[in-house]
């Protein structure tokens, strides 16, 4: 973003941890470019602390300051003195002199040590307190904790001491006492002096900041070097300002150890102990003479600017306590003096400075904490981002897991609200939308196998309905067949009822014959009985006759002879008679079984007649029947053309 001295880079991976290490809630904000996740900074709300820089293992943060215009100024003839910090010797102690001599050979004017500076830092804290009571206050030698009490809590800006820093301290003195002209370039461990230098509260005092890190990195690769140089104004112990309590043991020198000073440093645990302390601050409330707070931990010796490397090892310690060492004076004759008293030695400190003035050396501060409002969402605001976060149960809210870069979830439902992150920072969002993912490529899976199996289904379909199709097209062939036998049969089976018929016709009237024969034999046996009854009658009048005869002797003999011939006709007719009644008795039983057999013939052929009917009329139900079959059959096999159709 711009306006930002610390900016980032095109590395950034977006991995949350400069969030993390960042005590200024919307400095860095989460964005996407270009498709990839990214953390840049907003200027307006960064205090420059570097943290984010320390923080970042994939070197995507990087910062601004003045070298290359420092360098392009000097080489166009400006005249340029240098402010020098105090560690800048600690850290490099063999090139130091080297170093020095290179920027005076490129025309750097004089060159005046900061430590100088601290000592008049010192000064003007004790007189100050001294002067005003000025009891419970915050250091301000570090420009981040100035900078964060600024923008995020205002309310402790009376509680910041308004005498400079060493920096600015030794630049009064260079305006005010030395008389120097010069632009001043800073010589710096700290990225944030920017943000000093051009505060309009600082009256212009300085040009550059020139970082350790880019001013070693621009000699190195230009070659740049010289005559051995040092700087130029003697000091004392503000040579240790740049180690953690440096100031604190500055005032132990010069008030004894029995004043109760808090020390505090180190990036966010520093920021949040204000934060949690701001009201015992403000209301003086605390122990303490003043708070020593630095935002480095392991002070500016290994400040934001410096050497990376240079913070692995104590090395710049160790040459610091050196420096620290020769600070102090043996002898009486200064404030420095090992063999003084405390006392004495402020006594000392203030005979040295007793021409300048407090007021010259003090600042104001700016409230500016507007731009860095943070709104707060209501609780149905907040409900509804925790409910896009997949939080829904109070358990869930309270994860505060820290990998967004929050200390919590609810501080991340803030930055959300603010528009500083995005929800897909929050990993447990991203668990539980991987399983929301999960289930829906298992649904999709479970789709496409199923489109599979319905492609498949429909493959078997065609197959099986094309198949149908062929079959109901021999099917159909075959009810064609059976219609036109069934037609064929229905014709048979009604001409084989009217035969039938014919022939039941013929058995009713050969039963009929036949009883009218029996009764025409019931009618002979009448004759024959008659038939023998006159021929015994015939028989008693031969007799008789015969008798007449034999007494009518020879007149009689011709009628003997007539009685003879009667007698032998009623026997004949007597034996024919009887015979016929025989035969009669055969014929009446042979009739009688014959019209028996007839009369079960006639039952036979009464039901063939029935059943014979019955076949006719089923064939011609079958026949219809077969015709409707015919039509379902043609419907059926439109139908299944029509879904090969519509599945094609």
Request: charged share 25%; net charge negative; glycine share 6%.
């Amino acid at each position: 973003m711009a306006g930002s001295l610390v900016f980032t880079n095109e590395k950034c991976i977006g991995c949350n941890k400069c969030i993390s290490a960042c005590s200024a809630m919307g400095a860095c904000v989460s964005s996407v470019r270009d498709g990839k996740p990214r953390i840049d900074v907003d200027g307006s709300r960064c205090i420059t602390c570097g943290a984010c820089i320390d923080a970042c293992e994939h070197e995507a943060r990087e910062f601004c300051d003045d070298t290359e215009r420092f360098f392009a100024d000097l080489k166009r003839g400006e005249r340029i003195s240098i402010l020098l910090a105090p560690a800048f010797k600690a850290n490099y102690p063999n090139e130091y002199e080297k170093v020095l001599g290179g920027l005076k050979k490129l025309g750097v004017n004089r060159i005046i040590s900061i430590s100088f500076g601290a000592d008049i830092c010192t000064w003007g804290y004790l007189n100050y307190i001294k002067k005003y009571n000025f009891l419970g206050g915050i250091s301000q030698p570090c420009p981040a904790v100035v900078s964060y009490i600024e923008h995020y809590i205002p309310e402790l800006i009376p509680k910041l001491f308004p005498v400079q820093s060493p920096l600015m301290c030794g630049a009064v003195y260079c305006r005010k006492t030395l008389k120097m002209t010069d632009k001043l370039a800073f010589i710096s461990p700290c990225i944030a002096k920017k943000v000093e230098i051009d505060d309009p509260n600082n009256k212009g005092l300085v040009q550059y900041n020139v970082t350790f890190e880019h001013l070693m990195k621009y000699i190195r690769k230009n070659g740049i070097s010289g005559d051995l140089a040092t700087d130029e104004i003697e000091y004392g112990l503000g040579s240790i300002y740049p180690t953690p309590g440096g100031l604190k043991e500055n005032v132990y020198w010069f008030l004894g150890e029995d004043v109760a000073i808090r020390q505090i440093e180190g990036e966010k645990r520093m920021y949040e102990w204000l934060k949690n302390n701001k009201d015992r601050i403000k209301n003086r409330k605390t122990p303490f003479a003043f708070i020593d707070a630095l935002n480095c931990e392991n002070g500016c010796i290994c400040g934001t600017a410096t050497e990376p490397e240079k913070s692995e090892t104590d090395d710049a310690l160790y040459a610091l306590l050196k420096i620290k060492s020769e600070s102090k004076k043996d002898g009486k004759k200064s404030a420095w003096g090992r063999d003084l008293t405390p006392a004495k030695r402020l006594a000392k400190l203030n005979e040295q400075f007793k021409d300048l003035d407090l007021n010259d050396y003090l600042r104001k501060y700016t409230d500016r904490s507007s731009q860095c409002v943070v709104k707060i969402p209501s609780e149905a605001e907040a409900d509804k981002i925790f409910n896009s976060l997949h939080k829904t149960t109070p358990e869930s809210r309270k994860i505060n897991c820290s990998c967004c870069g929050y200390d919590s979830c609810k501080d991340m439902v803030t930055a959300i609200y603010n528009g500083f992150n995005r929800k897909e920072n929050c990993i447990h969002f991203e668990k539980d939308e991987i399983l929301l993912l999960g289930d829906a490529k298992e649904l999709a899976a479970n789709l496409e196998a199923e489109k599979e199996v319905t492609e498949r289904q429909r493959k078997v379909i065609i197959n099986t309905v094309s198949d149908v199709n062929t079959h109901f097209g021999t099917l159909y062939e075959t009810i064609e067949g059976v219609k036109a036998e069934n037609e064929s049969n229905a014709h048979d089976s009604k001409k084989l009822a009217s035969d039938v018929e014919d022939i039941a016709e013929f058995a009713q009237n050969l039963r009929d014959s036949l009883t009218e024969i029996n009764s025409l034999l019931g009618n002979l046996e009448n004759d024959n009985a008659r038939v023998l009854s006159i021929a015994n009658s015939t028989n008693l009048l031969s007799l008789n006759a015969s008798i007449e005869s034999a007494r009518a002797g020879e007149a009689g003999r011709g009628f003997a002879v007539v009685a003879g011939e009667i007698n032998q006709l009623s026997a004949s007719s007597k034996e024919t008679a009887e015979q016929s009644s025989e035969n009669h008795g055969k014929i009446h039983k042979a009739i009688t079984e014959l019209q028996n057999s007839t009369e079960e013939l006639v039952k036979i052929i009464t039901g063939v007649n029935e059943r014979t009917k019955n076949l006719a009329s089923a064939s011609e139900h079958m026949s219809t029947a077969t015709s409707v079959v015919l039509d379902s059959a043609d419907s059926i096999k439109d139908s299944l053309q029509n879904l090969n159709d519509e599945i094609n």
